[in-house]
């Protein structure tokens, strides 16, 4: 039997469908586009700690990838590559923003390393934290954000991304060994601060 | 295998918490070491912990729209894929080569100005080898051969005074003067020439 068209989509790889792209295929681009789209914006978010900027970030990733199409080279992974352009722009707009000390959600938090702007615009978002204990949360994501920017994205990419630690020396451009001695250091720091909360949990 | 391997070990494993992805050593040591035992449970904990902390997000549902919008006008903005968009990629290229080809037009121009200019002298300088040289004879007192197809050879004879004042010029302006002198008989040579071919101006 003839398999549906919806399948025959869903088998067609990213690399091939990239070289589409290539050739001017915009069709090819959406598909990109639906498949990544969510956890490259998730990715954002949690790097970069705001969810309202993330869907633009994300966004100005794809247009990125779509004017880059053409010098698009099949050399590692569409996903390594995608990120690795995410990674550069949210590197860039945490570094525009860190000058930038602003006080949102009416929690008044206060990080170490300057002030964390934590401004949630996504509703769903909103809902969810409503859901959460809005005190842990924050506590969370203080320490996440207090950690160096490489020792961060270190951590985004193993733990919340689940990617492997040779895909993620791959878009920081580092060895593997240098991943596990970033996580290993972030974890130390983590462990630190989060103890009162994991205690709480208890 | 240490308890500072196994522990760098287990933070390089994403999934550790289900215990699949450990392999037999480890799991072998976790079940012999209890340290190590309760710091994969602190992993674990911290792991959950942290997921907490970022819940998934969906997005705008219009997220495709709003970029295909922003693709098409981006498309518009730019110059297509035509010459000018050839000309705009690699526009430092393409000045570079426009002024290479200017410049070595210009230098070649420049080179067959002078090497006109250098052949025009010598054709001077050919015709007056040729036509005066009977009038230097004449001078020395040879025989003067009959201008050509009868004409008047009007060559300015030198006067004993004009002798005398070629005398009285210092050898560095000598040559000037020569040449003063050739260019007034390639005046007259102009119109001898023009006469042996007119033949306008005819005696007998």
């Known amino acids: ?202 | 295998m240490t308890c500072q391997s196994v522990r760098e070990n287990l933070l390089s494993i994403p999934h550790r918490h289900t215990k699949d992805e450990l392999n037999s050593v480890i799991r072998k040591h976790l079940e012999a070491c209890s340290d190590c035992a309760a710091e994969l449970e602190r992993l674990t904990q911290l792991d959950s912990l942290l997921l907490e902390g970022f819940s998934e997000i969906e997005g705008s549902p219009y997220f495709l729209q709003k970029l295909n919008a922003r693709l098409d006008e981006l498309g518009r903005h730019s110059f297509g894929s035509g010459w000018l968009a050839v000309w705009l990629r690699d526009r430092y290229l393409w000045t570079f080569a426009t002024l290479l080809v200017v410049a070595v037009g210009l230098w070649l121009g420049f080179r067959h100005q002078q090497y006109e200019q250098l052949r025009s002298m010598e054709d001077v300088v050919r015709i007056q080898q040729e036509n005066l040289r009977p009038a230097e004879d004449s001078d020395r007192g040879a025989a003067v051969p009959p201008p050509r197809n009868d004409t008047v050879a009007v060559v300015p004879e030198k006067t004993e005074s004009a002798a005398k004042v070629e005398d009285t010029i210092p050898d560095e302006d000598l040559a000037v003067v020569e040449n003063l002198e050739l260019l007034q008989n390639y005046e007259f040579l102009k119109d001898l020439i023009d006469t042996s071919n007119g033949g306008d101006v005819r005696t007998n």
């Open chain 1, 1 to 202: 039997m003839f398999e549906s068209t919806d399948a025959m989509v869903e088998t067609i790889s990213d690399v091939e469908l990239m070289l589409k792209v290539k050739r001017g295929d915009r069709e090819a681009f959406g598909l990109l586009v639906g498949r990544y789209r969510r956890p490259l914006i998730n990715f954002i978010y949690r790097f970069t700690a705001n969810p309202g900027e993330s869907e633009d970030l994300a966004q100005e990733v794809f247009v990125r990838a779509f004017q880059s199409a053409p010098k698009y080279e099949p050399k590692a992974a569409f996903s390594t590559w995608l990120y690795r352009i995410a990674t550069n722009m949210a590197l860039n707009y945490l570094r525009d923003r860190k000058p930038q000390l602003s006080r949102s959600l009416d929690t008044g938090l206060s990080v170490e390393q300057g002030t964390l702007r934590l401004e949630i615009r996504d509703k769903a978002a909103l809902a969810d934290e409503r859901l959460m204990e809005r005190e842990k949360v924050i506590q969370i994501r203080q320490a996440l954000a207090s950690l160096p920017h490489n020792q961060r994205l270190a951590v985004v990419l193993t733990k919340y991304q689940e990617l492997s630690l040779r895909e993620a020396a791959e878009i920081m451009n580092c060895s593997e060994t240098a991943v596990k001695s970033l996580i290993f250091r972030a974890y130390s720091t983590l462990r630190e601060k989060l103890l009162p909360v994991a205690e709480s949990r208890r």
